[in-house]
Antibody, heavy 123, light 113 residues
């Protein structure tokens, strides 16, 4: 089955660090960029940035640049999203999403999504 | 950043009727070199991740029922759900992929009357 499976919900305190994961399976992992998308409680979707599993090049939205770090482990088909110091305003559901790739072109719509990881940050 | 604005914020439609959701971008999403509009639509049911419905403004994703259709060009786009079914209760969002950062509309919540 083609799927993205994300790590479980996290409860953290402000200032703590965190890394969440997204594992791809059932497809050629390295062929598709992966993006991270934030959904704050009761709000819309926000694109945070994307990473290329081939070379680990990450491109961030200016709104998230410097606040999060994306990384890849090709050996385990995992993509990671990491915070060094969480804030209460980081409380949200985080989705990983696969970019469409038809064998020649990558497009920037998302044809496969993870189930989401709820991150709660509170003192 | 390209701002995406959807209307209405919420919509109540009777079963079997038509639902229309609008999406307006702050700049044109039409790329003349390939004659395509860089817009996608997603459906998100409560407690679930988004699901791709439409890309290139009007191309239906594989497996999506043909009662879902997308139209529009430039800055004005529409998602139409004909013959509304109970399973269509969800939030619907447009997304531009013309330029980074890729931005979404605020979402439109569709309910059954």
């Amino acid at each position: 089955e083609v799927q993205l499976v994300q790590s479980g919900a996290e409860m953290k305190k402000p200032g703590e660090s965190l890394r969440i994961s997204c594992q791809g399976s059932g497809y050629s992992f390295s062929s598709h960029w992966i993006s991270w998308v934030r959904q704050m409680p009761g709000k819309g979707l926000e694109w945070m940035g994307r990473i290329d599993p081939i070379d680990s090049y990450a491109h961030y939205s200016p709104s998230f640049q410097g606040h999060v770090t994306m990384s890849v482990d090709k050996s385990t088909s995992n993509v990671y999203l990491q915070w060094s110091s969480l804030k209460a305003s980081d409380t949200a559901i985080y989705f990983c999403a696969r970019h469409f790739y038809d064998g020649t072109e990558t497009e920037n719509w998302f044809d496969l999504w993870g189930q989401g990881t709820l991150v709660s940050v509170s003192s | 950043d390209i701002v995406m604005t959807q209307s209405p914020d919420s919509l109540t439609v009777s079963l079997g009727e038509r639902a229309t959701i609008n999406c307006k971008s702050s700049q044109s999403l039409f790329y003349s070199s390939n004659n395509k509009n860089y817009l996608a639509w997603y459906q998100q049911k409560p407690g679930q991740p988004p699901k791709l419905l439409i890309y290139w403004a009007s191309s239906r994703e594989s497996g999506v029922p043909d009662r879902f259709s997308g139209s529009g060009s430039g800055t004005d786009f529409t998602l139409t759900i004909s013959r509304l079914q109970a399973e269509d209760v969800a939030s619907y969002s447009c997304q531009q992929y013309y330029a980074s950062p890729y931005t979404f509309g605020q979402g439109t919540k569709l309910e059954i009357k």
